[in-house]
């Protein structure tokens, strides 16, 4: 069975690549004596020669030559992930993979552009998805954070809540409910309700504090295809006010004055409680509770 080091292939490669073993010791800061040793050790593991010397001109033999691309592939895979981790462990730089919930997007987008200004080498992963795949990412732990809404409680987490999220209802401007002085759940009842799919945080969130029931035949599984939905005159729209701000201000839907919306909820940022953070994603998830205070 043939046996090298990493020493041993990184001298044999540099001894070939500089024809010299005098370059090749200065190149890995070692004397010569030792870059000739290691040569020799690995000539020896192998149990063949694997140099023909003439002079001082070095070549490989046909077994060298073989084994030199070899090491030179080895080397580069090595160099390489010397340098990811490096930038991973760097608290300056490294990736950070975050998911968040569909609502959380906007302001998500926010605090990652103002970060990345303090920290402009690191780079970043967003996934944003629903429910569901946020606690796929936190059971498997594949995410190094997670924003969402309520965090599950079957699945041990390191959670904190760093904002509120208020949870209203949402209609078109023409609406005929807009023109009652006061509306009730069961004003409500007689209208179409459009909502998440069923599994969401919302649509757990709206059937927990208002008793409703989604019998209507439309369900949407994205935040932004609701907020479409109630300015086509659809129905009845529930979604988290932070993710209409806009539409709210420039008249495009108005907000239903009915309790008990709004209801607050809190956002939280997440990531599985074994899970040992990466100095980056540490240094965000600090950013993101500090912002919020």
């Not at 190094?144 to 509120?164: H, R, T, Y």
């Not at 990531?271 to 912002?291: C, G, W, Y």
């Amino acid at each position: 069975m043939i046996n090298y080091t990493l020493k041993q292939l990184y001298s044999f490669e540099a001894v070939i690549r500089l024809a010299s073993y005098t370059l090749a010791s200065k190149e890995l800061n070692i004397t010569q004596p030792a870059v000739y040793m290691q040569v020799q050790q690995l000539q020896e593991n192998i149990g063949v020669r694997l140099l023909d010397i003439s002079g001082k001109k070095i070549t490989p033999t046909f077994v060298g030559k073989k084994l030199h691309q070899a090491a030179s592939n080895i080397i580069t895979i090595t160099e390489a992930s010397k340098l990811e981790i490096e930038n991973a462990l760097n608290p300056d730089s490294g990736h950070l993979q975050i998911a968040v919930a569909t609502t959380a997007n906007s302001f998500t987008s926010s605090l990652l552009s103002k970060f990345k200004q303090h920290y402009p080498k690191m780079t970043f992963y967003l996934d944003v998805t629903n429910r569901r795949a946020l606690l796929e990412n936190l059971r498997k732990n594949k995410a190094d954070l997670v924003i969402m809404g309520e965090p599950p409680k079957n699945i041990p987490l390191a959670s904190k809540a760093f904002m509120e999220n208020p949870l209203i209802a949402i209609v078109h401007p023409d609406n005929i409910l807009l023109k009652k002085k006061t509306i009730s759940i069961k004003d409500l009842g007689q209208e179409t309700l459009l909502t998440r799919e069923v599994g969401s945080g919302t649509r757990i969130t709206i059937e927990r504090f208002t008793g409703l029931d989604f019998n209507s035949d439309i369900e949407i599984n994205s935040n932004e295809a609701i907020v479409e939905a109630v300015q086509a005159g659809l129905g009845i729209g529930f979604v988290s006010k932070h993710s209409v701000k806009l539409q709210l201000k420039n008249n495009i839907i108005k907000q239903l004055d009915v309790a008990p919306f709004p209801i607050i909820r809190n956002w939280h940022i997440v990531h599985h409680k074994n899970a040992e953070l990466s100095p980056i994603a540490t240094r965000f998830k600090q950013f993101v509770i500090d912002k919020s205070n």
